[in-house]
């Protein structure tokens, strides 16, 4: 079991950043596959980033490719999304997730979700 805790979003200008943090509790943490997620109002959630158990492979969206950093630090059951250069069309409910298994490019892999929490970019 594990219960995942979102924080750090909120409004930016474009061109702006934030950090996206989402803390753990739980066992096992270094053997899940975690990733970031979001989603509009009307469709798909969508992977943005996922890291392996130990870090050593991330995925990026090519949407986000250059501009979004994923970090995880396994002693502290943490990860974090660094979001620079935003834009519009990213905002979105953002939400990390928690995959036990060996999937991790759709959201039907992880088992366990965080609440969310809100990033709005202005222009």
């Known amino acids: 079991q594990m219960h995942l805790v979102e924080s750090g979003g909120g409004v930016v200008h474009t061109g702006g950043s934030l950090k996206l943090s989402c803390e753990a509790s739980?066992?096992?943490?270094?053997?899940?596959?975690l990733g970031w997620f979001r989603q509009t109002l009307g469709k798909e959630r969508e992977l943005v980033a996922t890291s392996s158990w130990s870090g050593g492979f991330i995925y990026y969206a090519d949407s986000v490719k250059g501009r979004l950093t994923m970090s995880r630090y396994n002693s502290e059951g943490m990860i974090d999304l660094e979001m620079t250069n935003l834009k519009p069309e990213d905002t979105a409910m953002y939400y990390c997730a928690a995959s036990a298994g060996s999937g991790w490019d759709h959201e039907r892999y992880y088992g366990f979700w965080g609440q969310g929490t809100q990033v709005t970019v202005s222009t």
């Open positions: 739980g066992r096992s943490f270094s053997t899940y596959t």
